[in-house]
């Protein structure tokens, strides 16, 4: 009889995959290597890179599983070790972009456990949305580097501005995103999700 991995929890995938049951990886490959892949890819900007960050999480897992041992839900272990592993990345690679920074941050901070697609895209509708309420010249600057990926110095030379002036826009608008309500209760309502 052949079993159904696909209804089991992770807790139950994880034991098995301690005694390096095959397929116990394979359901948990299938559940997570999406919404991490994601999750990456947000704070990166680079889907070669986040394909890769998110594989090797992969390999090592199946490589460590028999000595691991998860004090958190399955979910929560895993969005964690890709926030570390773009961190580091972020480090080794010596990134100076500091807009970057910020946004693997925050992007770390609202979706610290999110593990369902839907959930990322209602955030990013909420956030779509705090942005177009933005002053003019904050949404401008924070399009400019957001959807367009231009450094702080080709967007103060494209808008005839300083580079403090970008850099001092792009902070109040991550903080103007931090500090609204409604974003702030939809990812409470994606953080008491991913426990049921």
């Known amino acids: 009889m052949m079993v159904a991995y696909n209804t089991f929890t992770d807790q139950e995938l994880f034991s098995l995959l301690k005694k390096a049951d095959q397929q116990a990886f394979n359901e948990i490959y299938d559940r997570y290597w999406t919404p991490l892949y994601l999750h990456a890819n947000r ?9 890769d960050l998110v594989q090797d999480l992969f390999i090592w897992l199946f490589e460590k599983s028999e000595d691991l041992d ?3 839900s399955l979910s929560g272990f895993l969005y964690t070790a890709v926030r570390n592993r773009v961190f580091n990345a972020i480090k080794r690679n010596k990134l100076k972009d500091n807009y970057l920074i ?3 941050a925050f992007a770390d901070e609202m979706i610290d456990v999110a593990d369902e697609h839907i959930h990322l895209k209602e955030l ?8 177009d ?17 231009l450094s702080h110095k080709e967007i103060a030379e494209k808008l005839g501005i300083s580079e403090h002036t970008v850099s001092t826009q792009i902070q109040r608008a991550l903080l103007r995103l931090r500090k609204n ?10 953080i008491l999700n991913c426990f049921h």
């Open 43 to 51: 704070m990166l900007r680079d889907e070669d890179a986040a394909q």
């Open 70 to 72: 998860i004090n958190t």
């Open 102 to 104: 910020e946004i693997a």
């Open 124 to 131: 990013a509708a909420i956030i779509e949305r705090e942005i």
């Open 133 to 149: 309420f933005m002053p003019h010249k904050m949404k401008e600057v924070f399009n400019l580097s957001r959807k367009a990926h």
């Open 181 to 190: 309500k409604e974003l702030q209760y939809a990812v409470s309502v994606i």
